[in-house]
């Protein structure tokens, strides 16, 4: 099956790639799956974030997981959850819009002209400092609602729709709509239904029960189906970033943290911009890493030599390709890159976002 971010690309050069080596994204093995897989957590209400990234992982009975954007206690909703090496891929889905629904309560009547008119103000650029519990430093911090919906009332309960960018404080925005129209306001429940490409309409979530049932047919039936139907290769959440394909023999020296020069490429988009990040993918489809560009596709096409990708973040183990590389004697490139994507400061800036 051929993933959406690797359609259209335009061919660089041909090649092959040996079926020796490495795996097709839906044909992993259960081991490998739970090395390189994704889970769509439905959350409920309750336990914090971790506590469910703890239950999986004991569910699962693997050493490394991690979710990507937490949700509060009380919330509900998708919680995308990485599993194995696929958690390093987790940090693509800060770079993409956010989708919520959240039950307000006002602490007096509104009428609902006048929450649309003030809703709509908060649609766009807005400053928010994060409230007194969060896990960031409390500045003051400019974030973008792209959508921001009245949906129905009944009495002083009005349920709302949000899109916005990630690290962006639901709680924070209800409470300050309250302080406008002057008569306060509370988040009263909060559900998370999308995450940059990933959404609970397009994709379905997991319950945790199930996760636990699929599992236990696997491990005493050997019975996969259903864990591989709530199980996704970890390479779903790539989709909202663009990709490039290289050739196998390229492969190996990329999980060590080499450049990607211009004879390992193989396909890019057609469009392809300096200083973009981009996803690196095998010809199986598999996810190499994360990399930045630095020659533009007239440019790789141009030229027979030179550093056209820099990896920044390295998902697949080293070794599961070939090596096909020299370790010595080989000049280092420095390179400057523009518009550089910091993904461990896009972490760390956005835990959390209510």
């Not at 989708?99 to 309560?105: I, V």
């Not at 199930?210 to 591989?228: F, N, S, T, V």
């Not at 280092?332 to 523009?338: E, Q």
Request: proline share 5%; aromatic share 6%.
């Amino acid at each position: 099956m051929m993933l959406p971010q690797l359609e259209n690309l335009i061919k660089i050069d041909d090649d092959i790639t040996n079926d020796n080596y490495g795996h097709y994204p839906d044909k992993r093995s259960i081991e490998s799956l739970l090395y390189y897989g994704l889970v769509l957590v439905d959350k409920p209400a309750g336990p914090t974030s971790h506590e469910v990234v703890a239950w999986i992982k004991r569910i699962l009975e693997i050493e490394k997981a991690g979710h990507s954007g937490t949700l509060d206690p009380g919330a509900t909703g998708l919680l995308p959850i990485g599993l194995g090496e696929g958690t390093k891929a987790l940090s693509v889905l800060l770079l993409g819009p956010k989708e919520y629904y959240a039950l307000a309560r006002l602490h007096s009547h509104v009428s609902p002209d006048k929450l649309r008119k003030v809703m709509q103000e908060f649609t766009g650029e807005i400053y928010q400092r994060p409230p007194q519990r969060s896990s960031v430093r409390r500045v003051t911090r400019v974030r973008s609602v792209y959508e921001f919906d009245y949906l129905e009332n009944y009495d002083r309960l009005v349920l709302m729709r949000i899109l916005c960018q990630a690290g962006t404080y639901i709680r924070k925005i209800i409470y300050d709509i309250g302080e406008v129209v002057s008569s306060g306001a509370t988040m009263v429940e909060l559900r998370r239904t999308r995450v940059s490409n990933l959404s609970e309409q397009n994709d379905g979530l997991v319950r945790l029960h199930d996760i636990a049932d699929a599992y236990q047919r696997y491990k005493e039936r050997k019975d996969e189906e259903k864990l591989r139907r709530l199980v996704l290769p970890i390479e779903h959440c790539l989709a909202g970033i663009r990709a490039i394909t290289v050739r196998d023999t390229a492969v190996d020296a990329l999980c060590h943290g080499a450049p990607l020069a211009v004879p390992g490429v193989i396909a890019v988009p057609k469009d392809l911009r300096k200083g973009e990040l981009v996803g690196v993918y095998t010809l199986k489809g598999e996810i190499v890493g994360l990399a930045q560009t630095a020659m533009t596709k007239e440019e790789i096409e141009q030229n027979v030599r030179g550093i056209a990708f820099v990896m920044k973040r390295i998902i697949m183990k080293p070794h599961t390709y070939p090596k096909a590389w020299r370790s010595k004697g080989e000049q280092s490139t420095n390179i400057s890159i523009s518009s550089e994507v910091d993904l461990d400061k896009l972490e760390n800036e956005n835990p959390d976002e209510f």
